[in-house]
């Protein structure tokens, strides 16, 4: 009989709390786990569009400094040399070929700027057509592209053979105007600090205009 009543009085007060405990418990361990797979899906699905951003960026300006050209797109009136490569740590002009898909085609000065907003700095990008040695303004003018933002700092650079025959250091000026570098540097870093993989791009065809050969000058 006693047995009886105490199966049928129920739980005791110490049971429901010790059931009320570990359901807590289960509880906040279930949201501590799916809180740290959505940080964890979070981080890298910011870690994938920062790598997809770099790589976007990284080969556009490779390709275009690959098909860099000796055109000349100005002449410098001190010195009266055909202006074919300006390097500055913030600015570098040079002329290639457009490719379709932004424009007409053919040669186009292609002038990359630095530029600080603040705290932040980001990369633009002027095309002006060029034509018989001089830069063309067009009917209607291109407006600078937006290449990249969100930058803490950005940074070109510029290497040739030095006297020797060897290679040099890097330079912060380009100022052989009428030649071109051997390679340009770009040295990028985010917002956040982080440092992006330095690009180095070889131009080839600065070998021929060091020997006096300009192919396909204007």
Do not use: C
């Not at 490719?99 to 053919?106: F, I, M, N």
């Not at 003018?141 to 290679?167: H, I, M």
């Amino acid at each position: 009989m006693m047995r009886a009543r105490r199966a049928a009085a129920g739980f005791t007060l110490i049971e429901i709390l010790l059931a009320t405990v570990l359901l807590a418990a289960g509880v906040a361990l279930a949201f501590a786990t799916l809180s740290a797979a959505t940080q964890t899906a979070t981080r890298g699905e910011a870690m994938a569009q920062r790598n997809e951003r770099q790589r976007a960026v990284e080969g556009f300006l490779r390709k275009r400094l690959i098909a860099t050209r000796p055109i000349a797109f100005g002449f410098d009136q001190a010195s009266a040399l055909p202006q074919r490569f300006i390097g500055e740590p913030d600015r570098l002009r040079f002329v290639a070929d457009l490719p379709d898909y932004l424009g007409r085609g053919g040669p186009y000065l292609h002038d990359f700027a630095i530029e600080s907003d603040g705290d932040q700095a980001r990369i633009m990008l002027s095309l002006s057509m060029v034509l018989a040695g001089q830069t063309i303004e067009e009917e209607q003018e291109r407006p600078p592209e937006l290449l990249v933002e969100g930058l803490k700092s950005a940074r070109f650079r510029y290497r040739a053979l030095d006297e020797t025959g060897k290679l040099g250091d890097w330079q912060e000026r380009w100022q052989a105007v009428e030649q071109l570098p051997l390679m340009v540097e770009v040295t990028l870093t985010d917002i956040d600090g982080r440092e992006w993989p330095p690009l180095v791009v070889s131009l080839p065809l600065a070998a021929s205009v060091a020997r006096g050969v300009v192919p396909g000058t204007i």
